[in-house]
């Protein structure tokens, strides 16, 4: 087998304390035994639980994959569209932990403004859009209807698709877009809150040594028995089935369901193929992990510099928004 423990995480933007549906839910899995959930009240309690389930596994050399329900990157092409410097997976994520302020205790964050903030420096028009109705933000709009992306054969611009997800629509799913900030299935804004978060469990200084982003960082992971390691990947809980129990809440079936699926899979050696699905272009727009493309090649990724140190944030009170993503 390729690790010792499976964590899995259902991710939401909330901008105030939640518990139960629609809220955040952690499942750690061994490699026996039954799952484990959590269901931290707010983003800033749930990064505290990762970093301790993290850095007792750690303590205890287990090989750990860990994977969030959000997008980890965006459509090539943002990071140069940002003039920001280095790997463009890496100087977005730590643009976005810079600038990205989130309340431990009352969950508010800022996530609307910083999207703003990128809209104002993109030249070919607008990328990010929703905006609560009683919010008013100069550089960003509320509707998809004011903003234009880079279709097949144009110049200049952003695509609305990640390739991943231009290969799930052409399969018949129905993934929603990273830059969707409002709304049902708004990933969007759990891609602006939850990335500054897998950045500094990745940069952490107690954690860095032994961790690695797929498919930024590595292909299929070759992680000896006994030696820690940390792997983070990106999951999309719609590619398992997950039927809640009785009483159960949806978010807490599906994280379960997905740490069940990735340990049977590797138990019966099936869960390497999966890393090395992951066509080139993943090196900066990342990928699904359990999504197949029979085009993929693999390539050695370079090493990513460690100077950066992040800001643990204490956020700004932003007004309660109206009908918030989960």
Not at 66 to 90: K, N
């Amino acid at each position: 087998m390729i690790f010792d423990r499976y964590i899995t995480v259902d991710w939401s933007a909330s901008n105030r304390p939640r518990t139960g549906k629609d809220s955040i839910w952690i499942c750690t899995l061994g490699l026996d035994g039954p799952p484990s959930t959590m269901n931290p009240r707010t983003r800033g309690a749930a990064e505290a639980a990762l970093h301790r389930l993290l850095a007792t596994a750690v303590d205890h050399r287990e090989r750990v994959l860990i994977g969030f329900d959000f997008p980890y990157g965006y459509p090539r092409g943002l990071a140069e569209a940002l003039r920001l410097a280095g790997p463009p997976w890496l100087a977005v994520w730590k643009y976005l932990a810079n600038h990205l302020r989130d309340s431990g205790d009352t969950n508010e964050s800022n996530r609307f403004e910083v999207a703003a903030a990128m809209n104002a420096r993109l030249t070919h028009r607008h990328a990010f859009w929703g905006l609560p109705k009683n919010r008013l933000i100069e550089n960003l709009s509320s509707h998809r209807d004011q903003v234009r992306y880079r279709l097949e054969g144009e110049e200049g611009g952003l695509s609305e698709w990640r390739e991943v997800e231009l290969l799930l629509l052409s399969r018949g799913s129905r993934p929603h877009s990273t830059w969707k900030l409002m709304g049902v299935g708004s990933v969007g804004s759990q891609a602006l809150t939850g990335i500054p978060v897998v950045c500094r469990l990745r940069l952490d200084a107690e954690l860095a040594g032994v961790s690695q982003v797929w498919p930024f960082e590595l292909t299929v992971p070759a992680l000896p028995v006994g030696r820690p390691a940390i792997i983070h990947a990106e999951i999309w809980p719609t590619l398992v089935d997950a039927a809640p129990a009785a009483g159960q809440v949806k978010d807490e079936a599906q994280v379960i369901r997905v740490a069940e699926d990735l340990r049977t899979r590797d138990r019966a050696g099936a869960l390497g193929p999966l890393f090395s699905a992951a066509p080139v272009s993943a090196a900066e727009e990342g990928w699904i992990l359990g999504v197949s493309n029979s085009s993929a090649t693999g390539r050695p990724r370079k090493s990513v510099d460690h100077s950066l140190g992040v800001p643990h944030s204490n956020a700004p009170q932003a007004p309660r928004e109206e009908h918030e993503p989960g």
